[in-house]
Each structure stands twice: as structure tokens, then as C-alpha cells.
């Protein structure tokens, strides 16, 4: 799923947040379906679940998340250009 809080999380969100986190659900859905019917040829996932939906002022931390999955992706992306995949 799409930004997904830890369970482990006990504060309530707010309004925006719940609506916003609605709307993510959703989307995250619809991307499942698609996803099933036409999978791509590579697809990136960092874990972003620590972060919330309106954590913009976040933003160094969540780019940063994905600094670990930069091999994989550079992996995948070499064997699918070398048609290994």
C-alpha cells in the first residue's frame, strides 16, 4: 500500500489526514488492479510507511528512503536493458 502508518501508531489523525489516507487507500487499490493485469517491467517500492500523508516538510527524510533501494533498481534496470528479465 501507499504510505501505509506502522500499527504500532496510536495518535489519531485529523480530518485532512483521514481524508487524504481515504484517497491513498483508494489509489492503492487501483493500482493493485492494474498492477495484476499488467505488471511493469520494473517497479520501485522504497518504505515510506514511517511517513504520514501530510508530511511534506519531510521531504529530505522521505528522498532519503530511497537511497536504499537505488542498487536494486540499478540492478533491474541493467538486467532488463540487457534482457535478462
Do not use: C, H
Not at 517500492?45 to 504520514?52: A, D, S, T, W
Amino acid at each position: 500500500m501507499l504510505g501505509v502508518p506502522p500499527a504500532e501508531r496510536s495518535d489519531i489523525p485529523g480530518t485532512w489526514e483521514s481524508v487524504f489516507t481515504t484517497i491513498s487507500i483508494m489509489g492503492g487499490a487501483i493500482v493493485a488492479a492494474k498492477l495484476t493485469q499488467s505488471p511493469p517491467d520494473v517497479l520501485l517500492r522504497p518504505n515510506v510507511g514511517i511517513f504520514r500523508t501530510l508530511d511534506f516538510y519531510q521531504a529530505t527524510a522521505i528522498l532519503r528512503v530511497g537511497d536504499a533501494i537505488k542498487a536494486d533498481v540499478k540492478n533491474r534496470l541493467v538486467a532488463l536493458i540487457e534482457g535478462r528479465v
